[in-house]
């Protein structure tokens, strides 16, 4: 909703609402008009929704699933096993890691996505994984790894299909930020460790290696011509949606999580 300069967002699932906005009374005077309508109570501010815990500090707002994770690794009945306690241990450490979401405005103005894919993992199908993970500012806000639909004939297929889906995911975030009157009129940035993929990417003209990949997947090509998105190589130690898709030494994954921002607000100061 948008009345002059003021901006006012509201997020419904079910029967709750998340209300944010760039003026606290407007805020004020909204909730008071919902209050009026219907029959409803302000919880104040928010700390947990949907399963994310919600955390402020100077330095911005901090996202977790703490609680979240720990009733899933419950119910799967890994709290009650003890192989030598450890791997326990690690799910626990792993489940405590926050996501942060600086509170600079500039910083929502830079989206930039990851992706990667291995080649005919699975034994039964020979179909690949792919993941990929999307940066708001300098915190990942979303993220995905799943078995591909079809089987790819090249690992330069399954990598380009891999900058597919991630393309799918910056274009709504894109499309979902304008809503909310934040607007990103650069190009957003795609990094992917396949120099081939960035080249049937970039290539405006179909051959022989390439014909056999479905039209729908070309679309990255015309998000490129477009200006939507600005792909770029990356080498694959420094690929952070490798994380995702491979198997990696504990050095290797340690490095990763560090570059993805995740922080641990539960530790020791």
Same mark, same amino acid.
């Given at each position: 909703m948008n009345h002059g300069a003021i901006h006012l967002s509201v997020l419904v699932y079910v029967d709750d609402l998340i209300i944010s906005g760039n003026d606290s009374s407007a805020i004020s005077t909204? +909730?008071?008009?919902l209050s009026d309508c219907f029959h409803m109570k302000d919880v104040g501010?928010? +700390?947990?929704?949907? !399963?994310i815990e919600v955390a402020r500090s100077p330095e911005g707002i901090f996202l977790c699933?703490?609680?979240?994770?720990? /009733?899933?690794?419950?119910?799967?009945?890994?709290?009650?096993? $003890?192989?030598? !306690?450890?791997?326990?241990?690690?799910?626990?450490?792993?489940? +405590?890691?926050?996501?942060p979401l600086?509170?600079?405005?500039?910083?929502? $103005? $830079?989206?930039?996505?990851? %992706? /990667?894919?291995d080649w005919a993992s699975c034994p039964l199908t020979r179909r690949s994984i792919f993941g990929w993970l999307v940066f708001l500012g300098g915190s990942p806000i979303s993220w995905k790894t799943k078995k591909q639909h079809t089987v790819s004939k090249s690992f330069a297929e399954a990598e380009y299909r891999s900058m597919s889906k991630v393309t799918?995911?910056?274009?709504?975030?894109?499309?979902?930020?304008?809503?909310?009157?934040?607007?990103?009129p650069r190009a957003m940035s795609l990094f992917c460790d396949s120099q081939s993929a960035l080249y049937i990417a970039q290539n405006p003209v179909f051959h022989e290696r390439t014909k056999y990949i479905e039209v729908? %997947?070309?679309?990255? $090509?015309?998000?490129?011509?477009?200006?939507?998105?600005?792909?770029?190589y990356v080498p694959t130690t420094d690929q952070l949606a490798y994380i995702f898709t491979k198997a990696l030494s504990k050095n290797q994954f340690l490095y990763l999580l560090g570059k993805l921002g995740i922080c641990d607000l539960h530790a020791p100061t």
């Open positions: 909204f +909730k008071s008009y501010v928010l +700390k947990y929704f949907l !399963g699933q703490l609680k979240y994770t720990l /009733d899933i690794v419950a119910e799967s009945g890994l709290l009650g096993a $003890r192989p030598a !306690g450890t791997p326990i241990e690690q799910n626990h450490t792993l489940a +405590k890691s926050e996501t600086i509170a600079d405005p500039e910083m929502y $103005r $830079r989206i930039v996505g990851c %992706c /990667d894919s799918d995911e910056l274009k709504w975030l894109k499309s979902l930020l304008y809503s909310l009157g934040v607007l990103h729908d %997947c070309h679309y990255v $090509r015309d998000a490129i011509q477009e200006g939507v998105i600005s792909p770029s």
